[in-house]
Structures are given as C-alpha cells and as structure tokens.
C-alpha cells in the first residue's frame, strides 16, 4: 500500500495521478480476480502453490486500482461539503455492492456451473469481475481530478514517508483508523463464536450480518446531512462514545433477550457506518494540512498510508481473538466451553469494541482540523498556488 501511495504520487500524465490506474489496472485486476477462483488439476501441493501466487497477485492487483481510487476524493474537490457528499455516496453503494455480490456469488456458481462447483465459482467471479472492470473503466472516464499538484521541488520516497509522519494530524486519524476497524474486527471475528455459545443457535450468524449490513447502508447515507448541521469532528467524537455506551449495554443484556440484540447491532451498523466517511474526509482534510505546514501536497501515500493501518488493525483485531480464546483455554469444535472462554467470548463481542470506541472519542479530540481552521488552510493554500 505504501509503495503504491508512493508511486501515484509521482505519477504525472493528462489524465491526472490516480485515474490513470483505474483504466489501465482494471483488466489485471479482473483477471486476477478469476486466476484466483480457478482450481487447475495440479494435484493438492500444486492447488495450494498455485492458490497462494494468485491470491497474492490478486491482492496487489486490489492494491494498484484501490489506492488510486481511494485518494480520489482528494483532488476531485477541495469543498468539504462535497468531500462529504463524496464519500457519503462512496459507502452506501460500497456496501450495497458488497452485499449484492455476497448474495449473487452462489447463486451464480450454481447457475453456471450446476453440480461442478469449480466451473461454477469460476464462471460466477468472471460474471463480477467483468462488472468490476466496466465500473474501473466508467470511474475513470466520469471523474476529473480539479486539484492539481504544484511541485516545487522533487524529493525521495524516503522523504514523504518520513513527511507523512510528521504531520500530527495523519498520526491522529491513522490511530482513529486503526482503533475503528480494531472494533468491528474483533466483533466480527468473535460473532461466530457468540451466536454458537452463548445464544446456542448458529442460523443468528447470518441474521446479525444482514441486519448490521442495513444499518451500515442508512449510516453512510446519514453522514451527509448530520455534518450539515453538525462538526463533523463532534459528529465523529460523539457517536464513538455512543457506540462504546451500546457495546457496554450489549454485555449487561440477558442472553434471552435475543430481539435487543437485534437492535443493538442494527443501531451499532448505523453509527458506525456513519462516522466511516468522516474518517476518510478527515484523512483528505490531513493532506492540506501538510501542504500547508510543510509545503508538499502527498495524497497518495496518505491515504495509503491509511489503508496500511486499517489492514494493520484488521491484523491485530484476529491475532486479539486467537490470543483470547487460547488464553482462555477454548476448545475448537466442542458443544460446550468452559465458564472462561464464555466470559472470554461475551468480553470479544462487547467490552473489546467499547474499549476501542473509547479510546477513539478520547483521541479524536486532538483533530485540530475543524471547520475555522480548515477554511483558513484552504483560503492560504489557493494564495500560495
């Protein structure tokens, strides 16, 4: 992700920075897409050697048209207001996809391929992939880049990595990333588990997800009209202490209370969908604060650099789960676990994600980028150009 930031960075041609890698990446990626879902007869130790190249190729494929498309929504506009429109829009039909394509990929496989799942899965990707591609393409053709980046002096990779961690706002929102994301992992992660042991009926795994699915579609799509008449920086701060007061409610709610479970994760997807644009406005936000600070514009590796610790936090929220359960004497596979991995599993699901919400309100109130100053940056910034 870093490398990627890097390079689009320097990327100088007439269709801009990042939309350059929309057209020409789309393909690969497409490609990589079905490679990945293709099971030649190579026998298991050639299956797993050929699974491991194509999965890795795949997600640096997603790394060469993700980052780019990301940092999009920093040089389409400087206007905050649209900045959260942006990315307002970006989430609700992010996670409509992702729901339209979790619903559509086994239908498709049987579709296509009848009993033989591997032409199956093969054929129904290809179908998703050739979507993805057009979209890429589409991306590319209806998008401008408005901002344009004034060089005033070439300097190394070593440098802005080095310039990106001196900007003390980009630490804050990179933290904020890291402990949002810390969150929903962990939740997700210990999701199975809970639905299994403590309300010992699995078909809620699949319930809790499409009704936290449809809270994150009216989240996103309440972001825009919340900040229009609150700080989005309040916005965020407040809700975090929301989300960890819900998440502590969940810990003391009967295990039979099943329905306010519901609830609870519903109104959980809203809020926390709600605040993932304002993160990423927040992260646009940063990238005029350094060309302002310290004269050099870096959207790329910015938001890269953002998409390195939320994969950090993902990380770190499955290694927090196997490092609980272990710890905690938990049996894969048993009917029934110990009075530990129970507390162990209740304090994944609830109290973990809290902490995190927390801690995140907490920090959020060193964002300095708030509505007075952020005008200021901007007004100064068009002076200097």
């Known amino acids: 992700d870093p490398i990627m930031g890097l390079i ?23 490609l990589s897409c079905i490679l990945a879902y293709s099971t030649p007869d190579f026998g298991m130790s050639g299956k797993m050697i050929f699974a491991a190249i194509t999965y890795t190729v795949l997600t640096l494929m997603y790394t060469v048209v993700n980052i780019p498309y990301c940092a999009l929504g920093g040089v389409i506009t400087l206007d905050p207001d649209q900045r959260m429109s942006l990315q307002s829009y970006r989430f609700v039909l992010a996670t ?17 391929g009848g009993d033989n799942r591997v032409l199956g899965y093969q054929g129904g990707i290809a179908v998703l992939s050739t979507v993805a591609v057009v979209m890429l393409i589409l991306c590319f053709v209806f998008t401008k880049e408005r901002v344009q980046v004034v060089e005033k002096n070439k300097s190394s990779m070593r440098e802005d990595i080095r310039d990106i961690f001196h900007n003390d706002q980009w630490r804050i929102v990179g933290a904020l990333t890291i402990l949002n994301i810390l969150a929903v992992s962990v939740r997700g992660g210990a999701m199975m588990y809970y639905v299994t042991y403590i309300l010992g009926n699995v078909a809620y795994f699949a319930a809790f997800l499409g009704t936290y699915s449809v809270g994150n579609l009216l989240g996103s799509a309440l972001a825009k009209p ?30 039979n209370a099943v329905s306010t479970m519901f609830v609870f994760i519903f109104v959980i997807g809203v809020l926390h969908q709600m605040i993932t644009p304002i993160q990423w406005v927040m992260m646009s936000d940063t990238v005029e604060y350094g060309e302002w600070k310290y004269g050099k514009r870096l959207t790329g590796i910015s938001f890269a650099g953002t998409l390195f610790v939320l994969k950090l936090g993902l990380a770190i929220g499955g290694a927090l789960i196997g490092w609980v359960l272990a ?18 599993i209740i304090a994944l699901f609830t109290i973990v994600p809290a902490i995190a919400y927390l801690v995140s309100a907490f920090i959020s109130r060193y964002y300095t980028l708030r509505t007075d100053l952020l005008k200021k940056i901007l007004y100064d910034i068009k002076l200097s150009v």
């Not at 900040?227 to 809700?239: G, P, Q």
């Open 96 to 112: 409509a996809g992702g729901m339209l394509s979790t619903v559509l990929m086994t239908p498709l496989a049987q579709f296509i």
């Open 8 to 30: 689009a960075d320097r990327t100088r041609t007439r269709w801009g920075q990042f939309r350059p890698y929309l057209l020409f990446g789309a393909i690969p990626f497409g």
């Open 226 to 255: 919340v900040t229009d008449h609150i700080c989005k920086v309040k916005v965020f701060c407040w809700t975090n202490v929301l989300l960890a007061i819900i998440s502590l409610g969940m810990f003391f709610t009967p295990v």
């Open 327 to 344: 710890g905690s004497n938990y049996q894969a596979g048993a009917a029934t676990q110990n009075d530990m991995a129970i507390q162990s």
